[in-house]
Each structure stands twice: as C-alpha cells, then as structure tokens.
C-alpha cells in the first residue's frame, strides 16, 4: 500500500480509470516520488506508467479540394503565416474529403502552438481561418500525471 503522506506527495485528485487509476499530482516532484515508491512496493502486481502526451491540432473547414490533394498546402501555410523557424514542427495528419470541401487536421509542436494561438488566426490558401475548432489532442492536466 503506498501512503503519499510519509513520502511527501502533492496529490491533487484520483480517477478510476478502465484498467486502474490515474492519479494527478501537483508537481513533477512529486510525481517522481510517487512513482519511485509505488514502484518499488507494487511492482509485483501492477505496473506503473505516465500517459503519453500529445501534441495539439487543429482542424480546419471548408477548404478547396483541388488545393488540399497539392503537395503544397503546409509549405503554403507556413509561408502565409510567417512559421518558417517551426516548418519541422507542423504536419499534416488527415484530410476528409466531401462533395465540395474538405477538413483537414493539422498538428504542430508546442512552440508553434503557442504562436499560432497567440495571433488568433491562420490564412489556409487564400482564406483566414480562425482558430475557434482547436482540438484538446493537447495534455490539458496538471503537471504530472500517472496510471496505475
């Protein structure tokens, strides 16, 4: 039985998950703590692991098909947009493709996140696009997390 108390943990809240519990802590300090503890008591019967974090994406609505199925399309944006120091940073993931329009989702790095954000905006071929479909793909929890 781990007791977060004799080892200092910062535990901000518990969820029951399918196959165990997530708990969030305040800091990494603690995270670490709790995470070398439970591991040295409970590694027999359960394995101990942080979840993995994602990057944040965006989709994007109503954009020309003829311009999305161009290999174009992300060196466009980046060059419209003033993003060429994060052109690494930014990939296409998918395209939905309807009658006269398609979505596509796109996935940037943190810092380029925090940019695009900030302007409020991106101009997508000839369109300004604001940022008002932003996916929670990102790791929206507090400092630390971990499953059990």
Not at 19 to 48: A, P, Q, Y
Not at 52 to 61: A, V
């Amino acid at each position: 039985m781990v007791k977060p108390s004799s080892i200092n943990a910062n535990i901000v809240n518990t969820k029951l998950i399918k196959n165990g519990m997530l708990i969030n802590c305040k800091n990494t300090v603690s995270l670490g703590k709790l995470k070398d503890d439970s591991n040295h008591r409970l590694s027999s019967n359960f394995e101990v692991k942080e979840p993995r974090k994602f990057n944040p994406r965006i989709i994007f609505y109503g954009l020309d098909p003829e311009e999305v199925e161009s290999n174009e399309l992300i060196p466009d944006i980046i060059r419209h947009n003033q993003l060429e120091r994060f052109s690494s940073d930014i990939k296409l993931i998918t395209t939905f493709k309807y009658r006269k329009s398609c979505i596509i989702v796109i996935e940037y790095k943190t810092e380029a996140f925090k940019v695009i954000v900030e302007k409020g905006y991106l101009w997508v071929s000839w369109g300004n696009c604001l940022l008002l479909s932003i996916l929670a793909y990102q790791n929206v929890s507090n400092v630390g997390s971990m499953a059990i």
